[in-house]
């Protein structure tokens, strides 16, 4: 069936390095590739998104890559701040209206001041 | 934006009774919801896919007589947890496509569900 590995599991960085989170999936029909941003009790929230079309997307401080052929993509934060501080999970999806997600394992990301 | 509301956000219950939790979209209408469990430390596990007007349709090893999903109008679904057992105890979130972006979903806040 569909799955969706991420690594890592946990990722400690100082405050202002980068983070970097890499996903694999092995659905080959899915062409969206969400990220969400959870903390702790509260709802996954949207940070970026790609679909299979493009190979790169960048929002300020976030950047999402996505290599269709070896069926990886992956999240960059750049200048990392403690608030970047939380779980952050990958998903990947067949983008059709109605098309389910299927979520990576979730990285948890500690940024020490 | 799409905001999604999940009714009620805590409800602590005793094993065997049932326990409804609301999922509305406040400012769009959705013909697809998602339910999900999420047990601590753990991600989100996809339970069904809730088609407004039609019958939901459950992942497998969801017991669809045991969590009963109903998808009434095209801003509310409902997941029913019928006789509740403690191993029922979980965080559950909705989801909800935005009717400007297909493929983007939106969640709802979760309820965390206590069955002792």
């Known amino acids: 069936g569909e799955n969706v590995e991420q690594h890592p599991s946990t990722l400690s960085v100082q405050e202002g390095d980068s983070a970097v989170i890499k996903c694999t999936y092995s659905d080959s029909a899915s062409n969206y590739f969400p990220w969400y941003k959870q903390e702790l009790g509260k709802r996954p929230q949207l940070i970026i998104d790609?679909?299979?079309?493009?190979g790169e997307k960048k929002d300020q401080r976030i950047a999402v890559t996505l290599n269709k052929t070896a069926k990886h993509f992956s999240l960059h934060i750049t200048e990392t701040q403690p608030e970047d501080s939380a779980v952050y999970f990958c998903a990947a999806s067949r983008g059709n209206q109605g098309g389910k997600l299927i979520f990576g394992q979730g990285t948890e990301l500690s940024v020490k001041p | 934006g799409a905001v999604v509301s999940q009714h009620p956000s805590r409800v602590i219950c005793k094993s065997g009774t049932s326990v409804k939790i609301e999922c509305r979209s406040l400012?769009?209408?959705?013909?697809?919801m998602f339910w999900y469990r999420q047990f601590p430390k753990q991600s989100l596990m996809l339970m069904a896919t809730?088609?407004?007007?039609?019958?939901?349709?459950?992942e497998q090893g969801v017991e669809k007589d045991k969590f009963l999903i109903n998808h009434a109008s095209l801003t509310l679904s409902t997941l029913t947890v019928t006789s509740a057992h403690p191993e029922d105890s979980s965080f559950y979130i909705c989801s909800a496509n935005s009717a400007g972006g297909p493929d983007t979903q939106y969640f709802g806040p979760g309820t965390r569900l206590t069955v002792l």
């Open positions: 790609i679909r299979s079309n493009v």
């Open positions: 400012d769009f209408q959705a013909t697809t």
């Open positions: 809730s088609n407004e007007g039609s019958k939901a349709t459950y």
